[in-house]
């Protein structure tokens, strides 16, 4: 993908004022070479990935002793170990400040508005740490919360993590099996619920899936309030408390960290488990923090007071990643309910006063953005915003391009890209470069990211699989319940020896940025040629009759033909005349190969609870499969739309 010009450029004054550029100085004198670019930066930071990561430790100022060695087993992936012999506390390094600042502003669409301040979090903290000390909660065990994105929540989190318990969140929407599916295999000491929430202006009444998984999971209960049942609630579930009543015994004070390994498990995530049971991905204390703090100082420009945003729930790694730019005395701006209530300017409201520096949300946000007619950057004043990341999704081209000509046209755009199993990016920003139009700017800083071919060769000009050929310090420590790490190595190393492999169909460009087109296990292979679904609806989803798509490869004739399902904005029909113009849009603006053999309207797209469509689940419908795991879904009765279709019979 080459393009003309690029979407933006740093200037020369913005390139030396930015931590990355300090940052890069800093190593240079440290380890007596000269980086003469970004380039060489990284080349280093892979090739001594010891010394790159000491001096991340030392530049962020990381509470806790670092030990040596720096890394053992570095040439194993499996093997690795990053800074074996250091002591840190996670909760620690995310309050590294005091005093009446905020620390966490909050909004629950109109319902609801609170400001935390350092003191405020620490003491919250520092309460509930005795709370849960008081119940017998130590290393190793888990808390389990389904909670909304509220400071409640990050200040559990920290009192969890400041006595070496384990963290696991989902948001308050996920269906009473698909809580048990997640909370049930990591046999949790404590839950944590809400009493209700907010969505699109009404109440979302959990009573009685709150008391159906707490009488399941056979532990105590702690009820949030939030939509205000929480007393009526926790009354209806013997030996329940709501957290009022939890920490009213207890007066703040200092608070006492736990010093532990740098591998110690921090969080469990899980994946989004559309084909089958969720898998329990367990991820370090020192891995999180330290390449939270080099992507969010250095590849974010993250500064201590700035307001730091980023559309998620609890149900998504973007929470976790978001809840880290405490680390950097940043201010969280925590946002929980419907993008779109009352209407789509609320999240840009917010941002103009609150005046934020950073803005994080997903591609189908913009793009919903987009196709709502809505111009932010005329009618509010972002003048503070400065940066825009977007994920869980390839943005496509158009998403870049509104985003300049919509929102703002000055400010440093970053797709960025990776996962839950890593807890942050492989492909990410870099405020030391151009910004083109369709791609990402290039790999994390100690990363040692490339594209393979089928035979695991390097390509260039041409799609493959995303690898990393080298150890880093945010691999999941384990899989739950894996004791032979059987399920870890099938999901990353099977198809490579000793090379992750993530799963993602990319390409590198021109310009050494990556674009990615889509997961590799949902790539098309019609006549034999590989084609990854976001090429498709890069195209389709320009077309104003479209909402959204989900593109499939079906079983056909001893081959695989592609189908695309779209679904069409109010009043629009579905003709011949529109299936031609979708045909003919892929046709120009993609090829040939890509064209579906078959176009079908649908009422309906199934997607996750952190809003990714689900092409595997789709497919195992139309070929009549059972799907595994509907509970992963926040729409799964639109999977019904899929099945026995007559036009996929001819």
């Not at 590294?96 to 600042?101: F, L, N, S, V």
């Not at 009404?202 to 309030?225: H, M, N, R, S, Y």
């Not at 492989?426 to 990211?449: D, T």
């Not at 993530?502 to 021109?510: I, L, N, R, Y």
Request: charged share 25%; proline share 6%; with cysteine.
């Amino acid at each position: 993908m080459q393009h003309e010009k690029p979407l933006w450029t740093p200037s020369d004054a913005e390139i030396k004022q930015s931590p990355m550029y300090r940052f890069m100085q800093w190593c240079s004198d440290r380890a007596g070479r000269d980086f003469a670019d970004y380039d060489a930066f990284h080349d280093w930071s892979v090739e001594d990935r010891g010394a790159f990561w000491s001096a991340v430790w030392d530049y962020c100022g990381v509470k806790g002793e670092k030990g040596e060695p720096l890394i053992t087993d570095g040439d194993v992936m499996l093997a690795a170990r990053f800074f074996p012999d250091a002591r840190l506390n996670f909760a620690e390094n995310l309050l590294p400040r005091a005093g009446e600042d905020d620390a966490v502003i909050f909004r629950g669409e109109d319902k609801a508005e609170d400001r935390w301040s350092w003191d405020r979090l620490r003491n919250a903290v520092s309460r509930l740490q005795q709370a849960f000390r008081d119940m017998g909660i130590g290393k190793g065990d888990r808390v389990a919360a389904m909670m909304p994105n509220m400071p409640e929540t990050v200040a559990l989190m920290l009192a969890a993590a400041s006595i070496g318990a384990i963290w696991s969140s989902c948001s308050p929407d996920f269906g009473e099996q698909g809580v048990l599916d997640r909370f049930g295999q990591i046999e949790p000491k404590l839950f944590i619920a809400i009493d209700g929430y907010w969505y699109a202006g009404k109440k979302q009444d959990v009573a009685e899936k709150v008391k159906a998984v707490a009488t399941k999971l056979g532990v105590p209960l702690v009820v949030v309030t939030y939509a205000g049942d929480a007393d009526a609630l926790a009354a209806a579930v013997p030996g329940a408390k709501t957290l009022a009543s939890l920490v009213a015994p207890y007066v703040a004070g200092d608070i006492t960290y736990e010093p532990l390994p740098f591998s110690h498990p921090l969080y469990i995530l899980f994946s989004s488990g559309t084909t089958g049971v969720p898998k329990c991905i367990v991820h370090s204390a020192g891995g999180t923090l330290l390449q939270h703090l080099k992507e969010q100082r250095f590849h974010c420009g993250l500064q201590p007071g700035e307001r730091f945003f980023y559309f998620t729930t609890c149900g998504w790694m973007m929470w976790n990643w978001l809840v880290s730019g405490l680390a950097s005395g940043a201010t969280l701006c925590l946002y929980d309910g419907s993008p779109f209530h009352p209407d789509g300017n609320v999240l840009f409201d917010y941002a103009a006063e609150e005046e934020f520096a950073f803005f994080g949300t997903s591609a189908k946000y913009i793009d919903a953005v987009r196709k709502a007619g809505l111009t932010p950057r005329e009618s509010h004043d972002l003048s503070s915003l400065r940066m825009m990341t977007s994920t869980g999704s390839p943005l496509s081209p158009e998403g870049f391009s509104f985003v300049y000509e919509g929102i703002k046209p000055d400010l440093h755009l970053a797709s960025i890209s990776g996962g839950t199993d890593i807890v942050s990016c492989f492909v990410l920003g870099n405020p030391l470069k151009s910004v083109w139009r369709g791609e990402i700017q290039g790999p994390g800083l100690g990363l040692a990211i490339d594209v393979w071919d089928d035979e695991g060769r390097p390509v260039r000009g041409e799609k493959g699989e995303l690898v990393c050929t080298k150890a880093f310090p945010s691999m999941p420590i384990m899989f739950w319940n894996d004791p032979e790490g059987a399920k870890y190595r099938a999901a990353y190393f099977e198809r490579f020896d000793n090379v992750w492999c993530h799963g993602d169909f990319a390409e590198w460009t021109v310009h050494d940025g990556i674009v990615i087109h889509g997961r590799s296990d949902a790539t098309l292979n019609p006549g034999g040629v590989r084609i990854g679904t976001a090429e498709i609806y890069n195209q389709v989803e320009q077309l104003e009759e479209v909402v959204e798509a989900l593109c499939i490869g079906q079983d056909w004739d001893d081959d695989v033909r592609v189908v695309l399902f779209v679904r069409l904005a109010t009043g629009v029909d579905f003709t011949e005349d529109l299936v031609k113009s979708i045909k003919t849009r892929i046709r120009t603006g993609a090829s040939p190969r890509h064209v579906p053999a078959k176009v079908i309207a649908v009422s309906d797209i199934p997607r996750t609870k952190s809003g990714k469509i689900v092409e595997l689940a789709v497919r195992d419908v139309v070929h009549g499969r059972p799907v595994k795991n509907k509970e992963a879904l926040a729409n799964p009765e639109a999977l019904d739309l899929f099945a026995g279709l007559e036009e996929l019979n001819s």
